[in-house]
């Protein structure tokens, strides 16, 4: 395996050659969003049996799967996003891993993140009590696990890097404070637990302290603002929301921790942009389909983009 230690540095040293893979095609220089499928009459990220809020196990066996793009190469790597239960205990999962020629000009890069939820508030909400991230890059690995115990008041954090620990510490979890990682985040505003979704609102969530940032904010733009993004960057009319999110900027290797989302009504990200990714610039994932595989003997769902 390559190892690239100043990945700017390796990217600038091929310039010419990357130019001349996207001259021949082998690289598009075009980054364009999935185009919406309506075979059952519902457009891209939605889905038949949506509902705005109720039990939050709802989501087991959903998976959501995107396509990554940056600099000049698209569809350049794979996201998934699943919620499934592991020996009695609700997880989640988000997944995101360069690969092939792509890989091997950016250092090969895996960003896995799991979360381990207990169910609360009759059911509406999770909450974590288990959080992990390994971000991985050439032969170097980081990882953190943040081990919340909510009884004592507690969140043991630890890091490693390349499997040897590195730092340990045990930080207070403020009285009444949930501290919310992205993923819980993510299913618990799809469950409507911070407040109704709808143009103009905006939330504040308590998250895991990162480097003294303990809270993500959201803002869900208002019908005007969201009809001015489409004509602006030249896209249809449609009836999806956008939202600009701001998270830990550690928590995706990023310079400011700026995500800007467009989504369906059905609360699922249809385009992503991951704004100024180290050495990468900014990252687009478009939804590619969503699979649904309930624990029971239902048929599987799948909403494909295409």
Do not use: C
Not at 62 to 70: N, P, V, W
Not at 106 to 116: D, G, V
Not at 240 to 249: A, C, Q, T, Y
């Amino acid at each position: 395996m390559l190892v690239v230690s100043k990945p700017i540095q390796f990217l600038k040293t091929r310039l010419p050659f990357l130019f001349l893979l996207t001259a021949i095609g082998l690289f598009p220089a075009s980054l364009t969003g999935s185009e919406a499928a309506d075979k059952i009459g519902l457009t891209r990220g939605e889905y038949s049996n949506f509902q705005p809020d109720g039990d939050i196990r709802r989501f087991e066996g959903e998976s959501l799967y995107y396509d990554i793009s940056f600099l000049w190469f698209n569809k350049a790597a794979t996201s998934e996003i699943r919620f499934f239960k592991k020996a009695g205990r609700y997880q989640a999962e988000l997944s995101f891993e360069t690969k092939g020629v792509v890989g091997w000009f950016t250092s090969y890069r895996k960003h896995i993140y799991k979360s381990t939820f207990e169910i609360t508030d009759q059911g509406s909400r999770v909450r974590t009590t288990k959080f992990q991230r390994e971000v991985v890059i050439g032969d170097e690995v980081e990882q953190t696990v943040n081990n919340l115990d909510y009884q004592k008041g507690v969140n043991h954090w630890v890091k490693y890097k390349n499997r040897h620990l590195e730092l340990q510490k045990e930080e207070p979890i403020p009285e009444g404070v949930i501290q919310d990682d992205i993923l819980a985040a993510f299913y618990n505003f799809r469950n409507g637990v911070y407040g109704a979704v709808k143009p103009g609102a905006s939330f504040t969530i308590h998250t895991i302290p990162e480097k003294g940032f303990d809270k993500m904010t959201v803002n869900v733009r208002s019908e005007k603002e969201a009809r001015q993004a489409e004509e602006d960057d030249g896209s249809e009319p449609s009836n999806e929301l956008f939202l600009d999110i701001k998270i830990p900027k550690e928590i995706f290797k990023t310079k400011t921790g700026t995500l800007l989302i467009r989504g369906s009504r059905h609360l699922v990200p249809t385009e992503t942009q991951v704004k100024d990714y180290i050495a990468l610039g900014d990252l687009r994932a478009d939804f590619n389909h969503r699979e649904f595989k309930p624990p029971t003997n239902f048929a599987v769902q799948t909403l494909s983009s295409q």
